[in-house]
């Protein structure tokens, strides 16, 4: 097989009426040599896929080459007039705009092009927005958990490409939690949103470029693009964020740290209920279970019984809230989806039940979506063990595992 293919492992999807056809070559390639990115594999290929379109290009902060340098400068530098268009994602460009807060359309004070917001009145690129484009270029660093939006933007922009005639093109990234993690609940079809885009579990342990071939050739999409992934090179599924000698760079507000992604997994879903803190705010958001009225000796008891591997627990009380402080290995063992719904019970109990009886409105909306069903609150609420509730995933994660092998790009 040539270096070419090696670097690069193209899957193209035709259309007939609502079907989609992924190519066969789906198979994980072996790479050697030193780590590289998709964006610099590219460059390092002098942009050969790009000659000649015109370019729009899905970006924000956490778009750096392995040297640090910003993609769009990158591709600005190799393609000149070829780089027509940006495209950001929730957080802005920048990554400094709070969670679920609206962003306008604006000009890139870097290259001094337009920047057209995805996180805005419109979340899939309009026919308008593609106008000036042949080409998508998609290059975020996600965190691999179904409700972070990163992947959402990816898979609705995916779609108005197919429909607007435009080829898409992911350059991969490392999953910073590696790619062997996958727990949680499936999607309902009616709490699909912009927080469950796509029917994966809530941890899914893939790359963007494997995500992205996934859902073109399940037709989790109603069209799907001409698709390309450059995929890494040297990187493989049993490496955490640790193991590629990168620099993180927070990949929104409360996603500082490298680790932050196995917290937001450890209390993400429990920091939709009432009177909660999960620490934002603090020097580890997402470190923090605690609720008011939670005696702390009592909720260390119980978080060490649940025998969690690589997990952590010292009890804490401020203003009220009372609960735990997690520290979790970036090898972790334990099964952190899970803990976040035993943490969740716990605490619900500990409180009274007030962190679900409270729940309404908007909030409870989220929380569902953000689960993908009604059926963690309704069981919570009719005193179902939040140990029962864990185990009821089991098949579909076993059956999830299966199902993205033939779509997986790497060992």
């Known amino acids: 097989m040539s270096s070419r293919r090696n670097f690069l492992l193209s899957s193209a999807a035709f259309l007939t009426g609502c079907q989609t ?19 610099d594999v590219l460059a390092s290929r002098n942009f050969d896929l790009l000659r000649g379109k015109r370019v729009g290009l899905i970006t924000n902060h956490t778009s750096v080459t392995g040297r640090g340098e910003l993609t769009r400068v990158a591709m600005k530098r190799g393609l000149g007039s070829g780089l027509v268009a940006l495209y950001g994602p929730e957080h802005g460009i920048d990554g400094t705009v709070g969670a679920g807060k609206h962003i306008s359309t604006r000009r890139d004070p870097v290259t001094g092009l337009t920047v057209y917001s995805l996180y805005g009145p419109t979340r899939k690129p309009t026919p308008q927005m593609l106008a000036p484009i042949d080409v998508m270029v998609f290059d975020l660093q996600d965190i691999g958990c179904r409700s972070y939006t990163y992947i959402s933007t990816m898979v609705v922009a ?191 109990r500990l409180n009274g039940g007030r962190v679900i009886g409270r729940m309404g409105g908007d909030k409870l909306n989220l929380f569902h979506k953000v689960y993908g069903s009604e059926s963690l609150y309704n069981h919570l609420r009719q005193g179902r063990p939040a140990s029962s509730i864990v185990s009821g995933w089991s098949g579909f994660t076993r059956s999830f595992r299966s199902d993205r092998q033939r779509h997986l790009l790497y060992a």
């Open 158 to 348: 995916m779609e108005a490409c197919a429909e607007n005639g435009k080829d898409f093109i992911v350059l991969d990234r490392p999953n910073p939690m590696g790619g062997w993690r996958v727990e949680g609940p499936p999607l309902e079809p009616r709490w699909k949103s912009f927080v469950s885009q796509i029917p994966v579990p809530y941890v899914h342990g893939m790359t963007a470029g494997e995500l992205a071939m996934m859902t073109a050739a399940r037709g989790w999409i109603t069209r799907a693009p001409r698709l390309n992934v450059v995929k890494m090179q040297s990187w493989s599924r049993n490496m955490v964020w640790q193991d590629t000698g990168l620099r993180w760079y927070r990949t929104s507000p409360n996603i500082p740290h490298a680790t932050s992604p196995l917290y937001y997994v450890a209390t993400g879903i429990l920091g939709g209920g009432a009177a909660l803190d999960i620490g934002i705010g603090t020097e580890n958001p997402f470190g923090y279970a605690g609720a008011s009225g939670v005696n702390p000796q009592a909720m260390l008891a119980a978080c060490q019984r649940y025998g969690m591997s690589g997990v952590s627990f010292a009890p804490y009380s401020k203003g009220g809230f009372g609960g735990v402080r997690l520290s979790i290995d970036p090898r972790a063992q334990a099964d952190l989806t899970a803990l976040d719904v035993l943490m969740l019970g716990d605490l619900n």
């Open 21 to 39: 056809f992924p190519s066969a070559q789906t198979q994980p390639v072996a790479a050697s040599g030193p780590f590289m990115l998709g964006i």
